[in-house]
């Protein structure tokens, strides 16, 4: 009923959107089950800012996910879970066998305390176990925050500290590839560290051997055993937070997104069903982590509240070898099928020999998600796995967004190679140059903007209101501010430029140039550091420091020097992830700064793409002969 199905409904249906938002969302709302109705649709401001959707409404998430489905759909695949080992067996859960699972885990968590509004830590791998979780957390009225398990103890326990996790589920550890990683034991680094843990629950997946710590650890699998399989959903409010994930900004920590209950559901709802035309025979994959945002609104939440049977997967595509996902798609019968630049790009690279063999006549439509996608990846999709016949959706949006804002319709709005196409009905995007005078021509770059809320907009930063005030609201007046550098072209489409501000996207992840340099300045030799991202054939963006060594250690012992370069990347290891680790590191005797002490990263960002001859005026630096200094020393 919500599915748009032409080119000229859409027009209409968008048209419609803009002139008359409350009644759009309401219609698209009233298809859900409520409690209690709300009263009105939306009070917003973007000053403060204070957005409010479907005030005063009644409901659980999770009954529209699960129960609402049960009389049709109860015997359906609601999860098809594929290991990371292929020879292992892959498991599948209807939707009534999910239910129960998630009631049982709703059990465990009552009875260890847990109340609407308390916060939980999920630490997981790509398990069934880590759905129901959040899930349950759901049910509960208990606000998930789920850390990517890549991520390290150090992060993990900031994330935990900043908003007071009362309970961990964590497992012993993951598999990935060839490789294990000890979960339980990075857990218990951090939890060293933090105080408001007051339960872990812990999934036996690996074998590894842990310590359980008396009183504080379960074991998931005896508590699950010994759970009833009933359990009444909590009622609440539509404006009442669903989870929070971190993400990075600008500045030095991560800070904790917050996303509200009714408009997260209403907008993944109906940008699932609508950018992937959403059939009910469909097998849909997503292959990022629900450690990101996209797993969380398109393994879980998008696909549930469609009554779809999604797919989640634990491992890695180039394991065993670079045709793991093509193999998945056949045995699977994958029909839709959503993955990211960074792993489109890598299994290019390993040419087509790991493809051929591989049938893909499942597919019906391709997505793309997380960084700009470059012409030669587009096309090398778009040829050799979706053969032609699949539309490509590029779809554009944000941890702050919450679903999908700009993409191709599948099939039904054009697809243009390397553009996010079109906005979907609900968002209003807008250019602006710097100073924040709207670009209302086609044919114009500038900075991407939205004017008007969709239900799914960021609520607030966990615990720090006037933080998301200053990162998204305060920039231009009235608007809300993505970070991102944008085009419209002379047909009106959007083609996704990059990140205009500090903020870096490595393989499709997130990280703050001073996060990284904070970490890197951890390292006792160090005594600063600038952080730029340059084009990366693989990763989209490499991470390129500049540091600055203290004066007595000798630089020209290249011995020494490249030990300090391996020490840095595993300080960084160790503060945030692996995947925050430098691609190029270069020793630098000072960085081109301001007068005012101000890092030109300009500069920098120009010498680590190579392009010595086009800095601009030097000549205001503290220190010019600096810059010299850096080309010459420049690791290209
Ligand atoms: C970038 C991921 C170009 C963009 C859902 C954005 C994209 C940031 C695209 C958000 C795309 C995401 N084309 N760039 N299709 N999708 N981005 O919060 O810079 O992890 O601001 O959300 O990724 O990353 P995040």
Known sequence: MHKIISFEQYKQVYKKSVEDPESFWSDIADGFQWQKKYDKVLEWNFRDPDVKWFINGKLNITENCLDRHLEKLGNKPAIIWEPNDPNEKNRTLTYKELLAEVNKCCNILKKYGVVKGDRICLYMPMIPELSIAVLACARIGAIHSVVFAGFSANSLVDRINDSACKMLITADGLFRGNKIVNLKEIADIALQQTKSIEKVIVYKRTGSEITMQDGRDVWWHDEMLRAEENFIAEIMDSEDPLFILYTSGSTGKPKGVVHSIAGYMVFCYY??????????????????????????????????????????????????????????????????????????????????????????????????????????????????????????????????????????????????????????????????????????????????????????????????????????????????????????????????????????????????????????????????????????????????????????????????????????????????????????????????????????????????????????????????????????????
């Open 271 to 636: 940008t699932f069903l609508n950018v992937f035309q959403y059939e009910e025979n469909d097998i849909f994959w997503c292959t990022a982590d629900i450690g990101w945002v996209t797993g969380h609104s398109y393994i879980l939440y998008g696909p549930l509240l469609n009554g779809a049977t999604t797919v989640m997967f634990e491992g890695i595509p180039t394991y065993p070898d670079a045709g793991r996902f093509w193999s998945v798609i056949d045995k699977l019968k994958v029909t839709k099928f959503y993955t990211a630049p960074t792993a489109i790009r890598s299994l290019m690279a390993s040419g087509l020999d790991f493809v051929t063999p591989y049938k893909l006549n499942s597919l019906k439509v391709i997505g793309s998600v997380g960084e700009p996608i470059n012409e030669e990846a587009w096309h090398w999709y778009d040829e050799n796995i979706g053969k032609k016949k699949c539309p490509v959706v590029d779809t554009w949006w944000q941890t702050e967004t919450g679903g999908i804002m700009i993409s191709p319709i599948a099939n039904v709005t054009p697809t243009k190679p390397t553009f996010a196409t079109l906005p979907l009905p609900g968002v209003q995007p807008v250019l602006v140059d710097n100073e924040g005078k709207e670009l209302t021509e086609n044919n114009v770059e500038g900075l991407l903007c939205m004017k008007f809320p969709w239900p799914s907009i960021i609520r607030t930063t966990y615990g720090d209101h006037e933080r998301c005030r200053l990162n998204y609201f305060a920039t231009f007046p009235n608007l809300y501010f993505t970070g991102d550098g944008c085009r419209r072209d002379e047909d009106g489409y959007y083609r996704i430029i990059g990140r205009v501000d500090d903020v870096l996207n490595v393989s499709g992840h997130r990280l703050g140039t001073a996060e990284v340099e904070n970490a890197i300045d951890e390292h006792p030799h160090i005594v600063e550091s600038a952080v730029v991202g340059y084009p990366h054939e693989i990763k989209g963006q490499g991470i390129y420091a500049f540091v600055i060594i203290e004066t007595q250690v000798d630089t020209s012992d290249e011995a020494y020097t490249e030990k300090l370069k391996k020490e840095i990347s595993e300080v960084v290891s160790k503060i945030i992830s692996p995947i925050a680790k430098p691609d190029k590191i270069q020793i630098v005797p000072g960085l081109p700064k301001t007068r005012s002490g101000k890092i030109m990263r300009r500069i920098l960002r120009k010498i680590a793409e190579g392009e010595m001859s086009n800095l601009g005026d030097i000549t205001t630096l503290l220190d010019p002969g600096v810059v010299e200094e850096i080309i010459k020393g420049a690791r290209l």
